[in-house]
């Protein structure tokens, strides 16, 4: 499967932003759906994720009750809403995909086989 993550730009602090993130060549119906970040001079870290159906969904704890991960099986896509965005949200932002799921791993980005190339989120203060 083939990733392109879009939506990425410059918001202000406090403001809202919607990442998308198309596949093609395979439908994501058969893979876990996940987003990771990479802010500058910092590690890859995770984001969130959604299980095949959309049926479950986990967040990293810097961006619970902020962000909320969807899918649309359909079209191929799975997005990122965020909103009440801080500063420390400023980032690149990778989306990816891996056929099995563990609650005990879903947020290690290695164990991912599919990346999308990232789109630049920055949040002004």
């Known amino acids: 499967v083939q990733l392109q993550a879009f939506g990425g730009g410059l918001v202000q602090a406090g403001g809202s932003l919607r990442l998308s993130c198309a596949a093609s060549?395979?439908?994501?119906?058969?893979?876990?759906m996940g987003w990771f970040r990479q802010a500058p001079g910092k590690e890859r870290e995770f984001v969130a994720v959604?299980?095949?159906?959309?049926?479950?969904?986990y967040y990293a704890d810097s961006v619970k009750g902020r962000f909320t991960i969807s899918r649309d099986n359909a079209k191929n896509t799975v997005y990122l809403q965020m909103s009440s965005l801080k500063a420390e949200d400023t980032a690149v932002y990778f989306c990816?995909?891996?056929?099995?799921?563990?609650?005990?791993?879903?947020?290690?980005?290695?164990?991912?086989?599919?990346w999308g190339q990232g789109t630049e989120v920055t949040v002004s203060s």
């Open positions: 990816a995909a891996r056929m099995a799921f563990r609650a005990s791993d879903y947020d290690t980005a290695r164990l991912y086989d599919y």
């Open positions: 060549r395979r439908s994501i119906s058969s893979y876990v």
């Open positions: 959604i299980t095949w159906s959309g049926g479950s969904t």
